[in-house]
């Protein structure tokens, strides 16, 4: 049935058998990050006995979907005060940076009768979550450690994500700046020092990783083979573990260039399109409601020119017809949209 995204489990495997031995060469521990599979178990139980530390999600439905499989569960997403309880029930830890909420996991954990562990959030310039590493943390700090029911288990940075900043030796050592002088400051130990995301991974291979980050919580490495500060394929990992096909419900010759006066598309905005005289195009059985046109790359001889909610346009070469199926590879947005839409199939190989 098509639309459908081919699941390669092999290829998968093969990606986290590679990322985990390289992080464990040097000290890092891998949280498998899933939230792009948007709840897939079948692919997360896969995977999850390969040498992860943690499944790592930004939603508690999700993690709510993998409870019967052994590994500590990590909240991605900071929490939110209202469903404290249900993290502290679901999540093994959480990433964490304003207090008001750590205090309601508090109470959530003493009424649970349990302790909740955090990773609380540094935000090292690229200005998504996390307490500004210059300001003062160490009354917060002291509050936390204040709570019976919370475990300060670590510290972590995210970076890459709003401001486009990519780790570097510099913004990673304030990270370990911040742990030595908590542990000294304190004088507890922190165990888990989480160093970023697939964005990282670029210093792991110039060993340029500080010495004392010991976690990363990787997932388009993982699920699309690249590493995300430059955008390149990484470490020969596979990029083709996803493949979409979608089968054609069109194919005609027409004129590339609408005829009428041009206003608004079926999404609001204003077409930009170039005359490039008459053009063999097709139209493909799957549209925007699952993924957008964009996040596509095509695997043959066809291109991209748009879509609508339920048709994505191509420009055809070679002769292809009516109810032949096309494949793409995807980015991570594309990935992410496919697997939360209903409407495309799961095919395992
Ligand atoms: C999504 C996310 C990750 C994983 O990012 P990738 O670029 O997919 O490796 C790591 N940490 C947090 C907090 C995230 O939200």
Do not use: W
């Not at 507890?188 to 970023?196: A, M």
């Amino acid at each position: 049935m098509y639309p459908q995204i081919e699941i390669n489990l092999e290829k998968l495997e093969d990606n986290a058998r590679r990322l985990i031995s390289l992080c464990r060469e040097q000290g890092i521990s891998v949280s498998l990050v899933t939230k792009v599979l948007a709840g897939n178990k079948e692919i997360v139980e896969r995977l999850a006995s390969l040498g992860f530390s943690h499944i790592a999600d930004s939603r508690l439905e999700n993690l709510e979907l993998f409870k019967g499989i052994k590994l500590q569960k990590m909240l991605l997403r900071l929490p939110m005060i209202s469903e404290a309880e249900r993290v502290v029930e679901t999540a093994d830890l959480s990433l964490n940076s304003e207090i008001e909420t750590i205090k309601a996991l508090n109470k959530a954990a003493r009424e649970l009768h349990t302790v909740h562990k955090i990773i609380l959030m540094f935000d090292l310039g690229d200005l998504r979550e996390g307490v500004f590493y210059r300001d003062d943390y160490s009354g917060l700090i002291r509050e936390i450690l204040a709570l019976e029911n919370i475990e300060l288990t670590g510290i972590g940075a995210n970076l890459t994500c709003y401001g486009g900043v990519i780790p570097d030796q510099d913004n990673l050592n304030e990270l370990i700046a911040i742990k030595n002088k908590i542990e000294t400051g304190f004088g507890i130990k922190l165990r888990i020092i989480s160093g970023g995301n697939s964005s990282s991974l670029y210093l792991l291979k110039k060993n340029q990783i500080p010495e004392g980050i010991n976690n990363l919580r990787i997932g388009e490495a993982l699920f699309l083979g690249r590493e995300t500060a430059f955008g390149k394929r990484f470490a020969g990992l596979h990029e083709d573990a996803f493949i979409l096909k979608a089968e054609l419900i069109e194919v005609k010759e027409k004129p590339s260039y609408p005829i009428g006066s041009i206003f608004m598309d079926s999404f609001g905005k204003i077409p930009k399109i170039v005359d490039k005289g008459p053009m063999r195009r097709g139209i493909l059985a799957i549209g925007k409601q699952d993924v957008y046109p964009e996040n596509l790359i095509p695997l043959g001889d066809y291109e991209v020119i748009g879509g609508s909610s339920d048709h994505i346009i191509l420009e055809l070469a070679g002769d292809l017809k009516v109810g032949d199926v096309l494949a793409f590879r995807v980015n991570y947005p594309g990935l992410l949209q496919l697997m939360s839409s209903k409407y495309v199939h799961h095919v395992y190989l």
